[in-house]
């Protein structure tokens, strides 16, 4: 049996933990001082330098358009990738208007050459949070596309497998 360090409860503890003082109930103590202890380390560490640029990046990037990260140091500057960039091209004439059709048909050819796709290449990387390129963004609506709906499924086949387990 051990005591609580904040409201003083006796609770049971493993007995290796005999004669420590500093332990906490399982009843709401011991997350709240967990709690309370990683806001000390987040408010330590935000008021040395590294956190004050940290936290500044990090409110910055709240703003519309969001700012770029700091500089990592040393080896690591440059070793990053740009995004790869997915515009129609200048030569390219304005597309017309879009017609409204009941049906989708998802063929990869035409959604590779649409003009709707940096729109909807911008959307889903701003939704999942990580950079995607025209082809993958292809690949993603090509593989959402052909799922098959979840009512397809006849209830004629179950019944006949019930009847061939156990026949008249």
Known sequence: MAYCAECEIRFLTHPRNAGRQNLRCPFGCRRHHRQQSSCQRSTAYYRTAAG???KKW???RRQVPPAP???PAGELQGMLPAPPACAPPASAPAPAPAELRPEVVLDESSVA????LPYVRMVVS????VAFTCREVVHLLWRAMRQHRIGVDRGGDYLLGFRHQRPP
């Not at 050459?113 to 709707?116: G, L, N, T, W």
């Open 69 to 71: 990260p700091p500089q």
């Open 113 to 116: 050459h649409s003009p709707m």
């Open 58 to 60: 990090l409110n910055a």
């Open 52 to 54: 004050k640029v940290k």
């Open 126 to 129: 701003l939704i999942a949070g």
